[in-house]
């Protein structure tokens, strides 16, 4: 399975992106979806998932402020940043884990730069 993240990019403090992430390949079915991220010197930590029936699970520094969706006609994955802040810089991963026929996949994404200036 291939994920392909777009819609990193430049933005100040305060304004909005849309992360897209396009799922490809032997899929199946995709259960979870989700958005990670690094920030320089950090750890990849969760930023949101989403079941496959949309149930939604944020953490708490991007809650009220970032909004994940998914699409499953389209195997993909959305996530709607808004008042961004600079700690928010970092590399987005998406994520996407699921059942080929006996093959179970955790599949990552290359990753969009999101960088918000002060």
């Known amino acids: 399975v291939q994920l392909q993240a777009s819609g990193g990019g430049l933005v100040q403090a305060g304004g909005s992106l849309r992360l897209s992430c396009a799922a490809s390949g032997s899929i199946g079915s995709i259960n979870g979806m989700g958005w990670y991220r690094q920030a320089p010197g950090k750890q990849r930590e969760v930023v949101a998932t989403?079941?496959?029936?949309?149930?939604?699970n944020y953490a708490v520094y991007v809650k009220g402020r970032f909004t994940i969706s998914r699409d499953n006609a389209k195997n993909s994955v959305y996530l709607q940043m808004n008042s961004l802040k600079p700690e928010d810089t970092a590399v987005y991963y998406c994520?996407?884990?699921?059942?080929?026929?006996?093959?179970?996949?955790?599949?990552w994404g290359q990753g969009t730069l999101v960088t918000v200036s002060s």
């Open positions: 994520n996407a884990n699921g059942i080929d026929g006996v093959l179970v996949y955790d599949s």
């Open positions: 989403i079941t496959r029936g949309g149930i939604t």
